[in-house]
């Protein structure tokens, strides 16, 4: 197999890898970008607030975004701490409004945003192998057109909650809690037109329900619950989801106004709090969900996704032009801002107070008083 050298490869294709790549290789590097998914698959997490307008600036791509037809979000409701729904509106915000995204075209849009720098792209693909020594890596790529040897000085692990590449060269990741998600979409099917784009959060005996809605006219659906308290066979049929759905007041009421039915089979995924052990290694670095996760409550994975790939861009182009802290500096910050998201999120976790004798929020309540 012919091989092919590279200052720099990233493993994962969404927002955290194509941040990185794109920072790297406008910096001048030579980037390979590793991207596995595949067309037509849905992801979970649509929210991008307010604060993404700069980080979207900051990386060049904020007039391709505006342009291409995301959905404009002006705040939350919640039901939280309360029965009744409250307001959040992002009109003082200074960054405007937020979005609820078309996750696959978002994800497309940094990819290529990244081709058209310079970043060479394998969509497809997969990081089959990587094996370090005297220096370098040399990497096995496996896809449709076959396998490919690869070498390059750096990795950079965007994998998502995986971290494939810091856990099998030796970081661990520290889980804080076991939440778990469960999630579907649901179609529009007559009703009043759906127009309200605001984020809804309902808090129920056993965790929290959201719904958004998308670009595409649906509902994405969420149940949160801790993982040994869900009924996975239940929630993962159509049946049980759409039953337990019926726990809720305001999502499902917003859903029956729009005569919103269920389109798939609900699936499942890891939604908890959690962090890798060390953010750089030897040769690599991490960015996205692979370096710190957060609790879909704070609405900040997508977020967090852009500023973390776009600062491991920064800090590993800045260690290959010779600063010697850079590294450290990057492990610093995101230190300091996995912090003050635990401070955060304990607090809203306080608010809620109705079933403090249910384990999903005792468990919390214990935690806020450590």
């Given amino acids: 197999m012919e091989e092919t050298r590279f200052e720099a490869v990233v493993a994962g294709g969404g927002p955290a890898g194509a941040a990185a790549a794109l920072t790297l290789v406008r910096g001048g590097r030579r980037v390979l970008l590793v991207d596995d998914s595949r067309p037509g698959d849905f992801r979970v997490g649509e929210a991008l607030p307010p604060a993404g307008r700069p980080l979207l600036r900051d990386l060049g791509v904020l007039d391709a975004f505006l342009a291409d037809g995301h ?71 496996t896809g449709e057109g076959g396998a490919e040897e690869v070498r390059c000085g750096w990795l950079v692990d965007a994998t998502g ?50 719904t958004a809605l998308v670009p595409s006219g649906e509902r994405v659906v969420a149940y949160l619950t801790d993982g ?21 007041v305001h999502v499902r009421g917003v859903l029956s106004a729009h005569g919103c039915r269920i389109g798939e089979r609900p699936r499942g995924t890891d939604a908890g709090s959690a962090r890798l052990d060390r953010f750089v290694g030897e040769g690599w670095l991490a960015a996205g969900d692979a370096v710190v996760s957060y ?10 996704a852009l500023y973390t790939g776009m600062k491991a861009g920064q800090a590993l182009h800045a260690h290959l032009a010779g600063d010697g802290a850079a590294l450290g500096v990057y492990a610093d910050r995101l230190e300091s801002v996995y912090a003050a998201y635990r401070q955060n999120h304990a607090t809203y976790y306080a608010y809620e107070r109705r079933w403090p004798e249910r384990p999903f929020w005792a468990r919390r309540i214990q935690d806020t008083s450590k």
């Fill in 228 to 248: 040994d308290l869900a009924d996975r066979a239940v929630l993962l049929s159509t049946e049980g989801f759409t039953a337990r759905l019926e726990e809720t």
């Fill in 161 to 210: 909650r995986r971290s494939a590449v810091a856990r099998r060269h030796g970081a661990t990741r520290r889980h804080e809690d076991a939440l778990v998600a469960f999630f579907a979409r649901f179609s529009p099917g007559g009703g009043e037109p759906d127009r309200d784009a605001r984020t809804m959060i309902e808090a129920v005996p056993d965790g929290w329900w959201y």
């Fill in 295 to 304: 609790d879909p409550l704070s609405s900040q994975g997508i977020l967090t």
């Fill in 71 to 141: 959905l404009a979000s002006h705040g939350n409701l919640s039901a939280w701490g309360s029965p009744a729904l409250h307001a959040t509106d992002f009109i003082f915000d200074l960054n405007g409004h937020g979005w609820h995204l078309d996750r696959a075209r978002f994800d497309a849009l940094l990819r290529q945003a990244a081709r058209s720098a310079g970043a060479e792209v394998r969509t497809g693909a997969r990081l089959a192998e990587a094996e370090r020594a005297d220096g370098a890596w040399r990497l096995t790529l």
